[in-house]
């Protein structure tokens, strides 16, 4: 695209943003004011609200309920535009974006482009437990979660049976413990009641935590509290275990294997592939790393935003954590730093980001949540109104679906899955009936 | 499945149905107080309210909306039970139904499953021009018609652009003209507000229709109505040609070739493969000749309902249309023969199948719907109140959705369309970026 030539003509910088999540939407919308010609490419159309997706896993919403488009978001916005596309490398040198089908010029580049799925180097276990990174995993996961039921109900073979109605979630972290809890929900929700050969107990619930203890990113009460919710619903956990293989038929723990059809994977996290060609120093997980003011050192006109930075607070000398918070601060943050060097009124040094913790909170079934605020730890039902109330009052404002979450609200209580399709072309696979 | 000895030993005669649409859903309800056992097999765990696909195929309407699992639908019928699976064949001799894993006895059979897609003999145009028969099809459409406006507003080339916008719907029955109204309709929602490059009146929609009128099963007046208001929103209407080719770059038509990225296929419509197994007579679309008590001649215990059946009205001796009603009225008809035979009352003869017609419509586009019901041909904005009223109700009925449907409606009106995500893995086509 030829706006390097357009934007000089007109004056106007170029930011291009890289991804529509948290982060790269709230650079977007903070610099609707300022002169800059704001590009935003992404390779989905629409932003995702991620916390809510392990239920779009569960069945209780539908994608639309928790995504929405990204030019529908910034429609009024003037000086943005949207491409759909996806990155493929960034010319630090040249000052240059290329993504599929083309290239872009920047004056400033934002990298938001968030973290993907790890497997820790064995991508050969994705083909049989899918992540939860995306919609399209999302419904990978219901998929494999309604089918199960649907062939236990037919499947004549005890052991093989059992297998069906095993579901391993690896990962003991904020998604494991979420999808963990909802998929025992699932199953006391809809098998006593819609099918005749399975009862509810039936189903066999484990999760495996490489860690010492669940959700290791909150306080350590509210992880032991988790455990004890979650042990109570009948979910299994299995603490300080590696998982060294992952097949068709179950899950290799060291030299234990869980014969289980369902394995799901919740695990790690890493930086998308692009992200190598920039050429500059990377962590472990494949974060950026950036200086106090978000920009990566040595190129002060390129910031990386949200989990895809390696950013350490300034005042606490803490990581900044990779949550939607996270990138919502650093996103106004940087955008900041760029409406005031567009104005000219940079005469001072650029600020260090500082983060203000507004707590977390993670869903442990329904009815139960834990919740740190603050110095309070809370839990039980009370958290999980809190959580119910914050969530649903920022889905309402980010899309205005009152109704539609009243409706989910109302479903919740009556233990509805209104969103309870098998969709993609399901293959049954049942070796053996029985009436 | 030995259903078989456990029917006989309890005494319950075994009735399977074959497909949880309009058709077999209502012969399992209707048979909720019988002595029968009933099992219900269908390939998807959902019915779908049929009429509304294309409304997902736009991005109005999320699947869960119009489908409902079937296991819900029945949860509360003790002799019910439902299996997923793909009926693979039939055995009339030995009444026996093969699904994929598995088998089952009958003693009575109810053959429900509907029609599929017809390329006239030409499959390979499959790949090019997706049918609107399934959630998956729909889904696929909406991919494609959004991944165009996407494209075409990054394509430099003039002409290329043109084909990224151009929407060729082959078939002019209710189906492709609700398509292409409602893909009008996307154009002219998005377009103008959400793109920087492309224009609302730059998306071409034509209707290629092999019949002499368009929506031909209804009255001609309407046909000549829905004409009037398709050309008046811009749509290009071909009557009387035929397609010879699908490919990527566009539809031939005798010796003119339209170049067109996105075609949609709403043309034809042929029995299930499987049911060639049968054995008997089918007519020219592969559907079951049937008698007037819509059982197969020669197979008593063997019934056809809903668009599957070749069916004459005995009384006007005109054929059941293939319609939401049609399947429901032979359903309800069919189970009717089947309780009195099993309460020992059938002295007297099997009835005659006759069908009431309760109208037909088709939205063309918003505000504006044509339809006939009793001798009244009506259409505009009351055919579209009408139209509204009829299936948002039917809807609500279906699955208390009635919070959801308001909001359907509240977006209809202000022209929000909640659900326009590409999901699936969008591949960019753009072979130059303009600015």
Not at 304 to 319: R, S, Y
Request: hydrophobic content about 45%; charged content about 25%.
């Amino acid at each position: 695209m030829d706006t390097d030539t357009e934007a000089r003509s007109t004056q106007h910088e170029v930011v291009v943003i890289i991804g529509g999540g948290f982060g790269g939407l709230h650079v977007a919308k903070s610099l609707r004011r300022s002169s800059a010609s704001i590009v935003l490419v992404d390779r989905r159309n629409y932003h995702l609200f991620q916390p809510l997706l392990y239920q779009v896993a569960t069945a209780e919403l539908e994608p639309a309920n928790i995504a929405a488009p990204i030019r529908e978001i910034l429609h009024k916005q003037g000086n943005a535009t949207v491409a759909l596309g996806e990155v493929t490398s960034v010319d630090l040198e040249n000052k240059l974006v290329q993504f599929d089908g083309g290239k872009i010029d920047y004056d400033y580049l934002v990298i938001a482009s968030g973290l993907r799925q790890s497997y820790f180097g064995h991508d050969e276990f994705r083909a049989h437990a899918p992540g939860l990174k995306s919609i399209d995993d999302a419904l990978e996961i219901r998929r494999r979660l309604l089918l199960a039921f649907e062939e236990a109900e037919w499947e004549a073979d005890e052991q093989a049976r059992r297998a069906k109605l095993t579901f391993v979630v690896v990962g003991g972290g904020p998604t494991g413990v979420e999808l963990a809890g909802a998929i025992k929900d699932v199953a006391s929700d809809i098998l006593p009641t819609e099918f005749r050969n399975i009862r509810k107990d039936t189903a066999h619930v484990i999760i495996v935590d490489a860690g010492p203890r669940l959700v290791l990113a909150m306080p350590e009460d509210l992880g032991e509290r988790a455990r004890r919710v979650l042990e109570k619903m009948g979910v299994e956990i299995r603490q300080n275990v590696c998982v060294t293989d992952v097949t068709d038929g179950g899950v290799q723990i060291g030299d234990d294997f869980i014969a289980a059809e369902n394995v799901f994977w919740a695990a790690g996290v890493q930086g998308q592939e692009w992200v190598k060609s920039l050429g500059v120093e990377l962590d472990g997980c494949g974060r950026v790393f950036v200086g106090p003011d978000m920009a990566i050192p040595g190129h002060k006109n390129v910031f990386v935003v949200g989990d895809a930075a390696h950013a350490i607070d300034a005042k606490t000398g803490k990581p900044v954590p990779g949550l939607a918070q996270g990138a919502i601060q650093t996103g106004n943050f940087v955008a900041a730093i760029i409406r005031r060097e567009l104005d000219g009124t940079n005469g001072r040094q650029r600020p260090a980001f500082h983060y203000h913790d507004k707590g977390s909170m993670a869903i442990i079934g329904r009815g139960n949540a834990i919740a740190a605020i603050g110095k309070r730890h809370f839990g039980g039902f009370f958290g999980w109104l809190t959580w119910c109330f914050v969530h649903v009052m920022f889905l309402v404002g980010f899309g205005n679906k009152l109704l539609v979450m009243a409706d989910w609200f109302w479903n919740l209580i009556r233990r509805k899955r209104s969103a309870r399709l098998i969709t993609g072309d399901p293959e049954v696979h049942v070796k053996r009936l029985r009436a």
